[in-house]
């Protein structure tokens, strides 16, 4: 069938809420032929097999394929199997059962509550901010998680710390070792100024260095576990710099199969919809005598790492792993593209490594004392490698401090070098794709199929931009999420989403009756538009007027919303058509020229600050600047919260925002 066959209706709503809330559902346009030809080959056969995938999305499915073609009455049953290898479509033939009404209703649910939320939210949108915008019930949260990280990032007053190394050179010694400043005999201490880091470097320099103490011992490292939905995408996103959407396309080609040299059409790996991390015990068993033949026996795992219970698992497929680990990567490589075979290698190596043996480290840490002050120097090497073999990940890649020279107690050291460095802490990073879904797993929200559709959504609709990876809000972002939160708390609220996840877990499990989820629901989502349509009522939207004339006609220009934010038109349309960027004025004269400074976008919509003179003045700053200069080393200072900081990244100088005189001096 392609997928969907059915779906409601674009033109409205499609759910009668005066008859218990029953769903409308239409044939989706395009798809009238590809129905047409299986109902003439329903008609010339015996037994009907609905064989769609097997989750909630693929048993909704095989139910509306048994709607639309009327097989009530027909032999009809429903077949599913976790890949598609020739043994597991032959085992579930075997295993035949009905369609399972709780996952159906399952889906249903979910369909069923984000129209109401888009049908309901959409068109106070579409009144408060003027252009055809929406709201989605997860893309919402979503939303709000990115706003609250900029939030976050633009409030971060970062602290001053300082770092101090000390090359110390052994006797007979050629190379000299990196000690690392730890404390005093009490314990650790923080230089966090260059005024502190002088007075210890004075009262050091004189001192003799001497081995304290050398401890040695072994640190493991477990094996990865194979891949669910979430890792995988971000495991992909970090290595191989796939966007989500993209690793989940790929996964599904691989999944439904690929031409391979000598064997047909086989699917390589296992359904790319999980949150477990379960392995069927023939695959378990395969995968270890595999490993026991390539590496040697000691590099099977004795036993399984697992996964911590959690209570958001549903564990209803296995993790993603290939599904015949004798068909690796190499012997695959001709038959795939390149993209194909880079993620289907990131599979096979890391369900390969779940079932080997850990990886063993010798370690070793020396305390150095230099007079009153501590010092330390860790290092590590591989004793065995384990599943490091075959899959390393980002961190297993960085060389580990090696020791040239075997240190003794009361060995004595010569100080060659003392070496400070200034650092700031820095804010929390900007979300990536990768660690959007991570935090939306961890909070409950969304399942392994919603995640990717989620991120597209509100890239698409520019209510967030990717700018090398990272997820940045724009204005039309940040304008919709306001609304969401004044108007509409428990949508965006992340609590409420990850509890209605739960109860589409409980519909799925038969606990719940499905329209009891949404006869709930409902009618409290009613109340909010009821007032939020009343509010927004009293808030007439009349286009601002500027100041800016208009080239082509002489009127005062206006600022209007569009899909990238605001920017001036002419009131004259549509006789005339005129439009420019709108730069908002912040009042703050320009550090390099004097002009004014104004609030810009990047092509991706991000906001930054900029010189109304561009391109001849060059001046840009992410943070908004202030028209006070520094006090210590005459640089413009920028806005955080109520703080004003110095711009410039060696400085560091800060005060509240009242302490400061009244103008650039």
Known sequence: SNGHVRDLPKSQMGIDVEHDYEPKYITIRGKGDILAKLRKEVKKADKVYLATDPDREGEAISWHLSQALKLDGKNVRRISFNEITQNAVKASLKQPRDID???????????????????????LLWAKVKRGLSAGRVQSVALRIICDREDEINAFIPEEYWTLDAKLKADGEKKPLTAKFHGDENGKLAITCREEADRIMDEIRGERFEVLEVKKGERVKKAPLPFTTSTLQQEASKTLNFPISKTMRIAQQLYEGVDVKGQGTVGLITYLRTDSVRISDEADADARAYIAQNYGEEFVATQTVTQKGGAKIQDAHEAIRPSDIARTPAVVKESLSRDQFRLYQLIWKRFAASRMAPAKYETTSVKVAGGDYTFTVSASKV??????????????????????????????????????EQHFTQPPAHYTEASLVKTMEELGIGRPSTYAPTITTIISRRYVSKEQRNLYVTELGEVVNSIMKQAFPSIVDVNFTATMEGLLDCVENGTVQWKTVVRNFYPDLKHDVDAAQEELEKVDIHDEETDVICDNCGRHMVIKYGPHGRFLACPGFPECRNTKPYYEKIGVACPKCGKEVVLKKTKKGRKYYGCEDNPECDFMSWQKPSDKKCPVCGSYMVEKGNKLLCSSETCGYRTDKKDQPDSME
Not at 110 to 122: A, E, N, P, T
Not at 391 to 416: A, I
Request: charged share 30%; aromatic share 6%.
């Open 101 to 123: 009404m709780n996952l159906v209703n399952a889906q249903q649910t979910r369909r069923i509550l984000d129209r109401i939320v888009g049908y309901k939210i959409s068109p």
């Open 383 to 420: 004793a065995f490698e384990g599943f490091l073999s075959v899959y390393m990940q980002e961190e297993d890649m960085k060389k580990g401090n090696v020791l040239s020279q075997s240190l003794s107690k009361g060995m004595k050291l010569k100080l060659k070098e003392l070496k400070p």
